[in-house]
T-cell receptor, first 117, second 114 residues
Framework: GAVVSQHPSRVICKSGTSVKIECRSL??????MFWYRQFPKQSLMLMAT?????????EQGVEKDKFLINHASLTLSTLTVTSAHPEDSSFYIC?????????????FGPGTRLTVL | AQSVTQLGSHVSVSEGALVLLRCNYS??????LFWYVQYPNQGLQLLLK??????LVKGINGFEAEFKKSETSFHLTKPSAHMSDAAEYFC????????????FGKGTMLLVSP
């Protein structure tokens, strides 16, 4: 099946620093990847849609200058949390789309636990 | 716009008992429906999906779900629970015919006791 990896799995950083999270599709090419955020005991909230070779599409309320997304290749998307603050602490999960329109599926990475001190 | 309601944030069953996790959806267009499972500190794994073919969908690990349009429901069931089924389960909906943009329910934690 389609495998998606994320790195790092866990990161702790100081307030004000930036953190980069990588999402890779290991055995397939993904023109579209998604970034979600999950607070404790809550559901996944879509942050943005990452499109290879073009700008990401952000959901309402998500600051694009704070959450920088780059999708430079068909197998890699990165999320950079800039000037992180404690309220940015969360579980960040990416997914990659497989399949054609109307019959596609999202495969999810294992997530990255971000803790901002 | 679509939405998903999962009834019950926690469901407890005994090992060997029937598992029933409820999901109701709202969609102005024909939906695609999904069930995902999440183990602690891990990402989501697709259990099964409904894409307008058979209304009874069989997934992995013995789970199945039935799409009932009249009830706008897509409940997840498994005849006999195993300890390894203890996890968080998410129902999700997307728009039929387009690329999927998933809207998730709040999740249901399944607890399995010996």
């Amino acid at each position: 099946g389609a495998v998606v990896s994320q790195h790092p799995s866990r990161v702790i950083c100081k307030s004000g620093t930036s953190v980069k999270i990588e999402c890779r599709s290991l055995d397939f090419q993904a023109t579209t990847m998604f970034w979600y955020r999950q607070f404790p005991k809550q559901s996944l909230m879509l942050m943005a849609t990452s499109n290879e070779g073009s700008k990401a599409t952000y959901e309402q309320g998500v600051e694009k200058d704070k959450f920088l997304i780059n999708h430079a290749s068909l197998t890699l998307s990165t999320l950079t949390v800039t000037s992180a603050h404690p309220e940015d602490s969360s579980f960040y999960i990416c997914s990659a789309r497989v399949g054609t329109k109307g019959s596609d599926t999202q495969y999810f990475g294992p997530g990255t636990r971000l803790t901002v001190l | 716009a679509q939405s998903v309601t999962q009834l019950g944030s926690h469901v407890s069953v005994s090992e060997g008992a029937l598992v029933l996790l409820r999901c109701n959806y709202s969609s102005s267009v024909p939906p695609y429906l999904f069930w995902y499972v999440q183990y602690p500190n891990q990402g989501l794994q697709l259990l099964l999906k409904y894409t307008s073919a058979a209304t009874l969908v069989k997934g992995i690990n013995g789970f199945e779900a039935e799409f009932k349009k009249s009830e706008t429901s897509f409940h997840l069931t498994k005849p006999s629970a195993h300890m390894s089924d203890a996890a968080e389960y998410f129902c999700a909906v997307s728009v039929n015919s387009g690329y999927s943009t998933l809207t998730f329910g709040k999740g249901t934690m399944l607890l399995v006791s010996p």
